[in-house]
């Protein structure tokens, strides 16, 4: 059975009667912003455990992420957890569901994403490194070197020094 999208305005219809919001993004997206009754249950959590329990009760699960491409990509994983219920993908997201105009709950005394915070630090050594390679010394070129090779290697292997450093930064520490 494939899962079809819904726009943003359809969704929130149907969430008022009954339908469930899953949210399959991190906790630490989720707890930046959310939209207001989603239940999270993150896309590797849900491809263990299935549906959260909250679902038992609703007859029509609705999954989002930010923009819908880990909905989309996840299409097929997701038909396979919601057991015969009607089952859609938001259309763009929570993108999608503000641009639509729908609420959202913002905690902005949560830090931002670890992996944006990954990429703010990771874009800023390699700018901070072309710039003194240019004008101080072209060995500060190897700071960039050594940014995109730790990029590399966090691609492949899945593991990332940056964001297990980020992670125990004060801002950090008790959220991650």
Known sequence: MAISTITAADAANKVTRGALLVDIRQPDEYRREHIEGAVLQPLAQLQMQGLPKAATQADCVIFHCKSGMRTNGAADLLAQTVNGKEAYI????????????????????????????????????VMLG???????????????????????????????????????????????
């Open 90 to 125: 938001l259309e763009k997201g929570l993108d999608g569901w503000k641009a639509a105009g729908q609420p959202t709950q913002i905690n902005t005394s949560q830090p931002i994403e670890l992996m944006r915070q990954v990429q703010i630090a990771a874009g800023s050594l």
């Open 130 to 176: 072309t710039v003194l390679g240019w004008l101080v010394s072209p060995a500060f070129y190897l700071l960039c070197a050594f940014v995109g090779t730790g990029l590399l290697a966090a691609g492949i292997t899945g593991f990332c020094g940056m964001a297990r450093l980020l992670a125990v930064m004060p801002w950090n520490r008790g959220v991650y």
